[in-house]
């Protein structure tokens, strides 16, 4: 893939440059409750203004709270980190040619979001060629969204000279590295759906030194060796793979917090009775997993290991601890996963964090994306 940064100023300067970024960032009560794909993008951004370029900037937006328009990600950006940005509540109709036509070089415009044309998701080939059409050259700076054949991640590539921002290629650098990671490898997986990493722990199971399983993934494994779940959620329709099943390199919970009454209490997995609910891993499942990580050289996290949203966050909380004091090379991800990061402001405490949920499980499982695919078929032509 060929990198933005590598063109010369003079292909750059006051050339129109269509940026797809991912600022489908988390919001509550009305407000952006973190920023950090917003943050990731600034440095490709800033770079675009200090060489004259006329900066398009378009990306989805869908959260719980209902909000679709980018009014509110405008307003803070421009506050906040780009003073001459523009948004227009408009995607590729006349409202954004009229202002792009007015922009000059370093103009910063964002566009509205993308899924409010359905054609997006359905990566509709005239509705690439009307993205396209908006500018002299295409950057994919949105590697978290890379897993999806949407129109403005593979459609667009198709029709304009296309690179990719230096964000997009340092998650694929460092994810990289889990493919051939230093030796002792932990690979540590928690969450709350087995059939969304299977890929991933298939792939990457017989690399690992040792593999360390917590969340609600892990009752898949626990029912499976015989133990008495409870009410516990399983993931209905999911087997483990035996081999793995009964690797000695697999490590599972070993108590669990569950709630009996109102009260929180911590039971060893031999104890659970068929009323029991389990939320949270437990401190001997924290211990056990902390000595199982002691002496690695690379360790790879994605999935919070308890139910999180309901506020059982101390499993995450230590564990999330734990590798930030590792000598290891730490990777995390997963939104999940870098909400608790957030909340205890562990964020810079690790050697990367991808912005990718999705798309840095499908990239570890089949070493590509779509998005990747996209560049380097531009770049074969």
């Known amino acids: 893939m060929k990198s933005i940064l590598d063109l010369p100023d003079v292909r750059i300067k006051d050339k129109k440059i269509l940026v797809r970024v991912d600022f489908n960032v988390p919001w509550q009560n ?21 060489k004259d370029a006329k900066i398009i900037l378009i990306s989805h937006l869908e959260n719980g709270e209902g909000i679709s328009s980018f009014a509110g990600v405008a307003k803070y950006l421009k506050t906040k980190y780009i003073p001459r940005l523009r948004f227009i509540a408009d995607v590729a109709g006349k409202d954004t040619l009229r202002h792009i036509d007015r922009m000059r070089g370093g103009d910063v415009l964002l566009l509205d979001n993308l899924r409010k044309d359905r054609r997006e998701k359905n990566n509709d080939r005239k509705f690439s060629k009307k993205l396209a059409e908006l500018a002299d050259i295409y950057v994919n700076e949105a590697f978290s969204v890379s897993h999806r054949e949407h129109a403005s991640v593979v459609g667009v590539p198709q029709f304009l000279p296309s690179y990719a921002g230096p964000l997009f290629l340092e998650e694929v650098r460092r994810l990289r590295q889990a493919l051939a990671a230093p030796r002792p490898f932990v690979l540590v997986l928690g969450g709350k759906k087995l059939s969304t990493k299977m890929g991933l722990l298939s792939k990457l199971f017989s690399r690992a030194d040792k593999v360390l399983i917590g969340g609600a993934m892990a009752n898949v494994f626990l029912k499976a060796r015989g133990f008495e779940v409870g ?19 697999l490590f599972l919970p070993v108590d669990a917090v569950v709630l009996r009454g109102n009260k929180k209490c911590t039971v060893t997995i031999e104890n659970l009775s068929f009323t029991d609910a389990m939320y949270d891993i437990g401190p001997k499942t924290i211990g056990l997993f902390k000595r199982e990580m002691r002496d690695s050289r690379f360790i790879l996290w994605n999935g919070p290991f308890g139910v999180t949203e309901k506020g059982f966050v101390d499993g995450s ?28 402001k562990l964020l810079n405490k690790y050697s990367f964090v991808s912005t990718g949920g999705g798309a840095m499980l499908d990239f570890l499982a089949q070493g590509t994306l779509p998005g990747i695919e996209a560049l380097r078929s531009k770049d074969r032509k």
């Open 231 to 249: 009410r516990s959620y399983v993931e209905a329709g999911v087997s483990p793979d035996k081999k793995i099943l009964g690797s000695v390199k």
């Open 30 to 50: 009305g407000k952006i409750a973190d920023d950090l794909r917003i943050r990731k993008t600034l440095p490709l951004i800033r770079h675009l203004i200090k």
């Open 317 to 344: 909380r230590e564990m999330a601890r734990a590798l930030a004091r590792a000598s290891a090379e730490t990777i995390v991800g997963g939104g999940d996963t870098i909400s608790v990061l957030r909340r205890y």
